[in-house]
C-alpha cells in the first residue's frame, strides 16, 4: 500500500492504521516519510497474510507547508 504525494516527497505520515470490515486495527505505523516504502502495509498481520478483501484506512500527513490532511477510504487486498 503506498500513497503518491506529488511535490510533497518530504511530507510525513503522522499516522498510517489499516482496520478490517470488523474496525479491528491490523496495521498501524507512525512518523515515517511518505516515500519510505518500508513502512507502508504489506497485507500481512502478526505475520500472516491476510485474507483477500477490503480493508480500510485512515491516514494523516503532515506536508512541508504545515499543513496536516486526513486521508480515508478503502483498499482491496488482492492475493
Known sequence: FQI????ESDAI???FQIFNRWGA?????NNFPVSDFDEWWDGMFQGEKLSEGVYLYVIEM???TGDREIFQGDVMLIR
Open 25 to 29: 486495527l491490523v496495521f498501524e505505523e
Open 13 to 15: 505520515v503522522l499516522n
Open 62 to 64: 503532515l506536508f512541508e
Open 4 to 7: 503518491e504525494s506529488p511535490g
